[in-house]
């Protein structure tokens, strides 16, 4: 029976969430149970194309990727795949009517991971688009169930959270994508001059991209509001302690939230959302 291997494609995709991210899977637990399974699916699905360019230096990249997107498509259009987490996402691209054109965008995007390693402005907001703001395009489409005008009105605020969450990695990993990936993403930046007047203009972009994405959260349904909240508690949090941070400590370590304070953060926004406070 397909729906018993849809079942086992699925728990893929719930594990590989977790071994990858142990941040973004206690917020998924936050959802209501009926949105957990295809955000984890969306999630496995952009997280491998995100390790295929990142991470498999000793493999044809270029060939590994090029193999994904094929099977992505097969997946899509065949409505299965023996790749359980294309097939999953395949079942969530289709219960949810995700558009084609937000798997295209984000695929672009890692794309240009093979081949790029500096932006300017348009290239770095092309990049930004495909690699995170579709991605919060698609978990949009399975929070708003098929009500296409609540989707298209929280259309621009999502984009916006997609890209505060994007910017946010982009900065706590500059020194790693510099010296291990040879990619600068912020628009003409010199990483090796990175200085406090560049931090703070682009800890003013994130800023006005979080004050504006929080106007959409409150407004998302209330069975999806507290996952969406909870990431942007963790990402604001994390955004937080990179600012209090001079330049070049930014450019020394990888900033983290230890796990005591995930869950400390965790439970006071569920506090927060239960009393109608956010």
Request: hydrophobic letters at 40%.
């Amino acid at each position: 029976m397909k729906e018993l291997f849809d079942k086992v494609s699925l728990s893929c995709s719930v594990k590989t969430t977790r071994s990858y991210s142990t941040s973004f899977s206690l917020g998924i637990r936050f959802l209501q149970k009926e949105f957990r399974d295809p955000i984890y699916a969306v999630y496995g699905f952009v997280r491998f194309a995100d390790e295929i360019v990142d991470t498999f230096h000793d493999y044809d990249k270029t060939k590994l990727f090029e193999r994904f997107v094929e099977d992505t498509w097969s997946a899509i259009d065949e409505r299965i795949s023996m790749n359980p987490i294309l097939n999953a996402f395949q079942w969530a691209y289709h219960k949810y009517n995700i558009d084609r054109e937000h798997v295209e965008t984000f695929l672009k995007s890692m794309e240009m991971d093979l081949h790029e390693t500096e932006y300017d402005r348009d290239g770095y907001e092309e990049y930004i688009l495909g690699s995170a703001e579709v991605v919060g395009l698609m978990c949009l489409r399975v929070f708003t169930e098929g009500d296409d005008k609540l989707y298209h009105h929280l259309y621009p605020y999502a984009r916006r959270l997609g890209a505060a969450f994007q910017k946010i990695n982009f900065l706590r990993d500059l020194h790693a994508d510099f010296k291990e990936l040879g990619r600068a993403y912020f628009p003409g930046l010199d990483v090796e001059e990175f200085d406090e007047p560049t931090k703070k203009r682009i800890e003013q972009e994130i800023e006005n991209d979080f004050l504006e994405a929080y106007k959409g959260i409150v407004q998302l349904p209330k069975n999806a509001r507290l996952g969406v909240y909870v990431a942007y508690v963790y990402y604001f949090r994390l955004f937080r302690k990179i600012q209090a941070l001079p330049s070049n400590r930014v450019l020394e370590e990888r900033v983290r939230i230890n796990n005591k304070r995930k869950v400390a953060l965790f439970i006071s926004s569920y506090f927060r959302h239960s009393l109608n406070l956010i």
